[in-house]
C-alpha cells in the first residue's frame, strides 16, 4: 500500500507495520517473467497468510528505484531475506509481520532496488514494459498493454545505465 506526493511514496506492508520511503521518479515500471522471479514469487506466495506478488499470468511486477532514493523508515526489525538457493545474489525481502512481499534486491553492487508493484495502490507509477517473456509459462501470452520483450529492452538498459551513473555521481559527491 502506499501513499503518494510527488516528491516521495510511502510503500508498507499488508499491516502497515512496515514502512518504506521512495524518493522522485522511479528508473522504471515492469513486469518480469524470467524463471526466477516466478519461483521466487511463487514461493512467496506459499508463506502464511501472504497475497501473491505475480499476475495470474505468472509475471511479477516491479517499480525499480535507485538504493539511494529507497530506504526502509518503519518496522526495519520485520524484514527478512528469502533466497532461491543458498548463495545467490538476488534476495526477496519480505515483512514478517504479515508476510508481504517487499522488495526484491542484489547483493552484488547492483545500484537499484525492486519493489514489488503489489506493494502499491491505485497510484503505481505507471506500467511500461513487459521483460523476458521468452520465459513465460507454456501456453501462456503475456497481455498486449505495453511493449514486451523476450530478453531485455534497449530503452530498459539505457534507464538502468543512466540511473547508474547519476547514483556515482551523487555517491562520489557525498563522499567528497
Known amino acids: 500500500m502506499s501513499a503518494a506526493s ?4 510511502i510503500i508498507t506492508c499488508s499491516c502497515g507495520h512496515v514502512h518504506f520511503e521512495a524518493k522522485g521518479k522511479p528508473i522504471a ?4 517473467y524470467c524463471d526466477d ?4 514469487s511463487a514461493q512467496l506466495a506459499e508463506l502464511p497468510g501472504a497475497m501473491p506478488v505475480h499476475d ?3 509475471g511479477t511486477g516491479y517499480v525499480l528505484y535507485r538504493k ?16 532461491l538457493t543458498t548463495g545467490s545474489a538476488t534476495s526477496r525481502v519480505v515483512a514478517t509481520c ?6 526484491m534486491r542484489f547483493d552484488d553492487g547492483r545500484h537499484w532496488t525492486s519493489v514489488y508493484r503489489a506493494r502499491f495502490d491505485a497510484d503505481a507509477p505507471a506500467l511500461q514494459w513487459r521483460i523476458c517473456t521468452k520465459n513465460a509459462r507454456e501456453g501462456v501470452t503475456p497481455p498486449t498493454d505495453v511493449p514486451s520483450f523476450d530478453t531485455y529492452p534497449m530503452a530498459f ?5 543512466v540511473s547508474g551513473l547519476a547514483y556515482i555521481f ?5 563522499i567528497k
Open 56 to 58: 495470474a499470468d505468472g
Open 37 to 40: 522471479c516466478q519461483a521466487g
Open 170 to 174: 551523487r555517491i562520489r559527491r557525498r
Open 29 to 32: 515500471s515492469l513486469v518480469c
Open 6 to 9: 510527488a516528491k516521495s511514496r
Open 68 to 83: 539511494d532514493r529507497f530506504a526502509c523508515t518503519r518496522g526495519q526489525d520485520a524484514l527478512s531475506d528469502h533466497r
Open 98 to 103: 504479515c508476510n508481504s512481499a517487499m522488495t
Open 157 to 161: 538498459m539505457g534507464r538502468l545505465s
